[in-house]
């Protein structure tokens, strides 16, 4: 079945220390892969998407995301957190006819 | 402004009694889908509509009715809640036929079964 897995359920960060959050994804073939972001009460906000070409994807507020076809990941990165980061992380892969989100991942960074 | 429009944002029932939330959007997307969301299993997909009249199951279906009828809405039905459907609840619609775009998200409705 296809599935998208995120292997970091909770990460504690001080503000300026640097973030990977790590996904994986189970499908073959092609396939579109996005970050979203969930502040405290809030819905969903996209953070950045790949669909082909440079593997490293920029997206807004700094952050950054490498896809490693051969290792099937798509991690999130970010050189420098604040505390305005603070928020839950969602990987997500879309292919065909399902868009399918990881379990997220709880960031709380403390200034 | 694009969106999506969901709507309670919250809600609280009594076990059995029907309820439906609406999803609306104004981008003429294809694409529709519900979600709900639940501490340490993020978003599980309920149902989702590639068209109009055109449904399927998404991973956790069982409780749970949709309809498509008009392309800009999406409601969800409940026709006889529980309890272990108290949840958070998102739409969230996309265009994917014109190259694969961000799924936009509304507010969110959260539902209480008691």
């Known amino acids: 079945a296809q599935s998208v897995s995120q292997h970091n359920h909770h990460v504690i960060l001080s503000e300026a220390a640097s973030l990977e959050l790590g996904c994986n994804y189970s499908?073959?073939?092609?396939?579109?892969l996005f970050w979203y972001v969930q502040y405290p009460g809030q819905h969903l906000q996209l953070l950045l998407k790949?669909?082909?070409?440079?593997?490293l994807v920029k997206g807004i507020k700094g952050f950054e995301a490498e896809f490693i076809k051969s290792k099937f990941s798509f991690n999130l990165r970010k050189p420098s957190v604040q505390w305005s980061d603070t928020a839950e992380y969602f990987c997500a892969a879309y292919n065909t006819d399902k868009l399918i989100f990881g379990t997220g991942t709880r960031l709380q960074v403390f200034p | 402004e694009a969106q999506v429009t969901q709507n309670p944002r919250y809600l609280i029932t009594v076990t059995g009694k029907k309820l439906t939330v609406t999803c609306s959007q104004n981008m003429n997307h294809e694409y529709m889908s519900w979600y709900r969301q639940d501490p340490g299993l993020g978003l599980r997909q309920i149902y989702y509509s590639m068209n109009v009249e055109v449904t399927d199951k998404g991973d956790v279906p069982e409780g749970y009715k949709v309809s498509r009828k008009e392309k800009r809405n999406f409601p969800l039905i409940l026709e006889s809640p529980s309890p272990n459907q108290t949840s958070l609840y998102f739409c969230a619609s996309t265009n994917p036929g014109q190259g694969i775009t961000e799924a936009f998200f509304g507010q969110g409705t959260r539902l209480t079964v008691v």
């Open positions: 790949y669909f082909s070409g440079d593997p």
């Open positions: 499908y073959g073939g092609t396939v579109n």
